[in-house]
């Protein structure tokens, strides 16, 4: 590339970045101070929370700092090599085992994250024979996944069982077709129509993969996700999720589901061959986050409770939300300067959340979403929902 050009490039994503700026679209990131919970230390003092992935507060619970710490003393900080080389360790073993057994499949396989997991999917799977069909709203991990790989793609309007059935009757002349959704939608907070899309797959032969990072470990009676949610259990072939959010918070993620879909990722996964293995200490913690949720519903009772409560208050607080039961609750505002001024103007009020504008969501659909947890208490939603009241409600709703 020549100095001019160079000089040319630069300038071109300056311009790109001014416009992000500009447009409200610009993701400012916060500077925690203090371990992840309820309440925050930040460099913009302390904040009650609402906004992390945290759906149980086992992000620091103490039987699982201590998996940690023991882990760290059996094993070490990392395995400095990819699972197939020398990068399997006992532990790694246990906790595929474990995952399996909590989710009824036959074999899982361990990622250092679940985008990863996603993203060495399909391609493995899948050839140009083939046929993936995806719901619009999908997590951006599963479309570029399906990117990867070679297989024909449909996509079919979000939640739009008709439209389904439509793609699915246009991708027959293909070997083979899964169809590709999000558990529960990440923006949204809606819950896939699992059993009807079990149905239509069942009709036209295909298979079904459900990526529920957003439900395992706490959704559903006793947290086995969006597929025990909508009684999906053995129905879906293959199952995706994260260690990143409920069942602990830290990183890593799996697929899981039959024995010949999981050996051959295990040869044949990009992200799995040429990614280090899991650190021990992340392992450890995430067997005992499994423990935790196994031995005692308590975390996923108050939780179904919190939701409950919020729900309902914002309800009757006068602010339309979208109707559901899981701890996700945006509220829609469509123009993405005035979703940043309500995230800013609730920060001055000591609630931290997050404003999402395009492109993390479609444009025009800007949000603030709150994220319930097990770990707040009832003053904490109550004080939420004051916050909320002391905004004006026709500038939230949008109208």
């Known amino acids: 590339m020549t100095k001019q050009n160079t000089i040319s490039f630069y300038s071109h994503l300056r311009a790109q970045f001014k416009d992000i700026y500009e447009s409200d ?3 400012e990131e916060h500077f925690i101070l203090s371990p992840q919970g309820v309440h925050l230390f930040t460099v913009k003092g302390k904040l009650l929370n609402f906004c ?3 759906y149980l507060g ?14 760290l003393d059996l094993y070490g900080y990392g395995m400095a ?13 246990q ?6 057994n909590f989710l009824q499949t036959e074999d899982t396989i361990l990622y250092s994250s679940c985008f990863d997991a996603n993203g060495g999917l399909f391609e493995t799977l899948l050839t140009e024979k083939d046929a993936v069909i995806s719901d619009r709203l999908n997590h951006a991990s599963i ?3 399906v990117r990867l790989c070679k297989a024909t793609r449909f996509r079919y309007n979000h939640a739009d069982m008709t439209h389904l059935e439509t793609k699915l009757k246009s991708a027959q002349k293909y070997r083979y077709r899964i169809i590709a959704t999000d558990g529960v939608f990440s923006m949204d907070g809606d819950v896939a129509l699992l059993n009807e899309i079990c149905d239509l797959a069942d009709r036209y032969n295909s298979y079904v993969m459900v990526d529920d990072s957003h439900a395992t470990g706490f959704f559903g009676n006793t947290g086995r996700g969006s597929i025990e949610y909508r009684n999906v259990i053995n129905r879906v072939g293959i199952i995706t999720s994260t260690f990143g959010k409920a069942l602990g918070g830290g990183s890593g993620g799996f697929t899981s589901g039959r024995k010949e879909v999981i050996d051959i990722l295990r040869q044949r996964s990009r992200p799995y061959l040429y990614s280090n293995s899991l650190s021990p200490i992340t392992t450890a913690a995430t067997l005992k986050a499994i423990d935790l949720i196994s031995n005692s519903r308590n975390l996923i009772k108050k939780l179904h409770e919190n939701v409950k409560y919020f729900r309902t208050s914002i309800i009757s607080a006068g602010f339309k939300i979208k109707p559901d039961n899981h701890p996700i609750v945006p509220i829609m505002i469509g123009d993405a300067s005035t979703a940043k001024n309500v995230a800013d103007q609730l920060l001055l ?17 800007a949000r603030i979403r709150f994220q319930i947890s097990a770990a707040h208490e009832k003053a904490d939603l109550e004080v939420a929902v004051s916050a909320l009241e002391n905004l004006q409600p026709s500038i939230i709703n949008g109208s």
């Open 25 to 27: 679209h610009y993701k």
């Open 52 to 54: 992390a992935n945290n």
């Open 58 to 71: 086992l992000a620091n619970h103490p039987e699982i700092i201590e998996s940690a710490r023991k882990a």
């Open 81 to 93: 090599s990819v699972r197939f080389i020398c990068g399997t360790h006992e532990i790694h073993k």
């Open 95 to 100: 906790l595929e085992q474990k995952i399996s």
């Open 143 to 145: 479309i570029d996944g």
């Open 349 to 365: 009020e000591g609630i931290y959340v997050i404003a999402f504008s395009y492109p993390v969501v479609p444009k025009d659909t």
